[in-house]
């Protein structure tokens, strides 16, 4: 088996942490079955590697992995260690039947002040000597080993630069900034990771990459910085699932590059047609329920009821889509009627329930829906079969029912 392919300058690879870090959501917990099968769709859309769990943490853990080794190899499978050495033996105990160049041990551990002193009691130079014996005890196990430093974002600047130098120098094929906090903004990530890449000596001996928390909402804004000052690898999650806000989620930033190819030329490997997908799928197995206006894959994506927009929409769908529903597997795009609806998105409604009115009578229809109830909305085929009854009389309805209680109607796109 030849080794496997590398990140380069030309390339962004995905490393994606959903079945680790996403799971460590409140309320994510996984079945083995469960993250099996995430695995396989990972696989699908074509993860360059994956997080697939800490084995320190139990059994579970453990054959998750190794069911995942055997049902699903990944190109590249990972498991999350401390610096403690049983933690590296249970890792590779997990990946004992995977193939050497598959497999690889992620170590971590805090480089911060408040982590130092608080969380650890060690000085700097202890903190050094336990990345260094870490690595070099990984390496007996596993031909590729990575290091992140925990609390990165909050590290100083000198001694992050020296803990990268000695991870690089013990082994480590992969280092990582992290903002375990999700604190940064776009423009201090571009300063930190252009600090790195700048002022790490030995850096073009490994691959960095970025490990990012999204507590202030700017996850993918700060992976796209990041990727923008030459970051090769991204961490993130389907959904942005992950520790109290989430992780940087994978399919907002392949959406953004793919859209934005001027400014991310960068190749990419993932299937974006399988986003929506593999979302669906994430979001059952997690039990963490999906934004409703969660971008790229939340349900009202490609949904609106403005009355200006759904007039643009049926004249030419592109004058307020953001993207082709197509590209990430999405759902049909849909007008969903209702108070702020215009007479165009009305008449279309009116017109698929076979009703056709003249422009003086659909104007008397619109008046009277937009004051009707919340509650007569659920079923706009029936509010408006029974508008047109009160006003034109029961003849002009005929036979029309509501066959739904769906309040959405779907427009195929013109030359589709």
Known sequence: ?????????????????????????????????????????????????????????????????????KEAPLPLMVALCRTRREDIDLAAEAFADA???????????????????????MSRSQILDEIRRAITYARNHFKFVSFSPEDASRTEPDFLREVYGEAIDAGARTVAYTDTL??????????????????????????FAVHLHNDLGLATANTLAAIDEGVQIVQCTINGIGERAGNTSLE?????????RDQYPQKISIKPHLLTAISRLVERHSAIALAVNKPVVGRNIFTTEAGIHQDGILKDPQTYLPF????????????????????????????????ELSEPQLVQVVAVAKEADKEDWASPERLLSTIVAQLFGADSVGAVEST??????SFTKPNA
């Open 252 to 260: 907002e930033v392949v959406t953004a590059m793919l859209l934005n």
């Open 324 to 355: 082709d529903p197509d590209l990430v597997g999405g759902p049909p795009l849909t007008l969903t009627l209702g108070k702020h609806s215009g007479r165009a998105a009305f008449r279309k409604c009116l017109e698929t329930m076979g009703l």
């Open 182 to 207: 999700g604190i940064l903004t776009p423009e201090k990530t571009r300063t930190a990771v252009r600090h790195i890449l700048d002022h790490v000596a030995n850096i073009d001996r490994a691959y």
């Open 1 to 69: 088996m030849q080794e496997m392919s590398k990140p380069s300058k030309g390339a962004v690879f995905f490393s994606d942490t959903t079945l680790r870090d996403g799971e460590q959501m409140a309320g994510a917990s996984m079945s083995v079955d469960q993250k099996v099968e995430i695995a396989k769709a990972l696989k699908d859309i074509g993860i360059h590697s994956a997080d697939l769990g800490f084995p320190a943490a139990g059994q579970n853990e453990i054959k998750a992995i190794q069911r995942i080794v």
């Open 99 to 121: 193939h050497p160049l598959r497999c690889s041990a992620a170590i971590f551990l805090g480089t911060s002040p408040i982590h130092r002193e608080a969380k650890l009691g």
């Open 404 to 409: 739904s209680a769906k309040s959405e109607v």
